[in-house]
T-cell receptor, first 113, second 114 residues
């Protein structure tokens, strides 16, 4: 079946450094790629998303890039802060307007002060 | 809008008991999803509905799990009988396809079966 692979599973950075999380997807017809942040004990929350007609999108310290040819997309966080510590999930839409997202396994990001 | 509302927030029950989890999606959203989250398996899609109709229940672990959506503003996930391995956080999410796929998750129900 369709799947999304996410790497790394854990990431530890110093405050102020950048963090990059990468995902690859298998459904070539996927056209929507959101990223979710889940703080400990809380719900996953949408932080940024990108559609297939765009190669890059930025929102303050976070950005997402998409390479449709290679079927991978990445989340970039610059100037990391301790409050960025959380689990991050990538996802990709399934083709056929099913409304369904396939989630990656998650990356636990730890930002050390 | 109050967002996606789930109840209860926490549930502790004894093995063999019936458990019912509840979800109220965001008004106007036409998709509703039930997920289970554990450390070992991450976020697993159990079942989802479109316009109150179940579309894909292939993620439902076994016959002990059932889900209903009697109307656009309410859904339930039932486990009968419950087992310790069902202990997890269960999330409900809703979305509106024409605008975007981005799900809005509820706060989740933390289920502990002892």
């Amino acid at each position: 079946g369709e799947n999304v692979e996410q790497h790394p599973s854990t990431l530890s950075v110093q405050e102020g450094d950048s963090a990059v999380i990468k995902c690859t997807y298998s459904d070539s017809a996927s056209n929507y790629f959101p990223w979710y942040k889940q703080e400990l004990g809380k719900r996953p929350q949408l932080i940024i998303d990108i559609r297939s007609n765009v190669g890059e999108k930025k929102d303050q310290r976070i950005a997402v890039t998409l390479n449709k040819t290679a079927k991978h997309f990445s989340l970039h966080i610059t100037e990391t802060q301790p409050e960025d510590s959380a689990v991050y999930f990538c996802a990709a839409s399934l083709s056929g307007n099913t409304g369904k997202l396939i989630f990656g396994q998650g990356t636990t990001l730890q930002v050390k002060p | 809008d109050a967002g996606v509302i789930q109840s209860p927030r926490h549930e502790v029950t004894e093995m063999g008991q019936e458990v019912t989890l509840r979800c109220k999606p965001i008004s106007g959203h036409d998709y509703l999803f039930w997920y289970r989250q554990t450390m070992m398996r991450g976020l697993e899609l159990l079942i989802y509905f479109n316009n109150n109709v179940p579309i894909d229940d292939s993620g439902m672990p076994e016959d002990r799990f059932s889900a209903k959506m009697p109307n656009a503003s309410f859904s339930t996930l039932k486990i009968q009988p419950s087992e310790p391995r069902d202990s997890a956080v269960y999330f409900c999410a809703s979305s509106y396809l024409p605008s975007n796929y981005g799900y809005t998750f509820g706060s989740g129900t933390r289920l502990t079966v002892v």
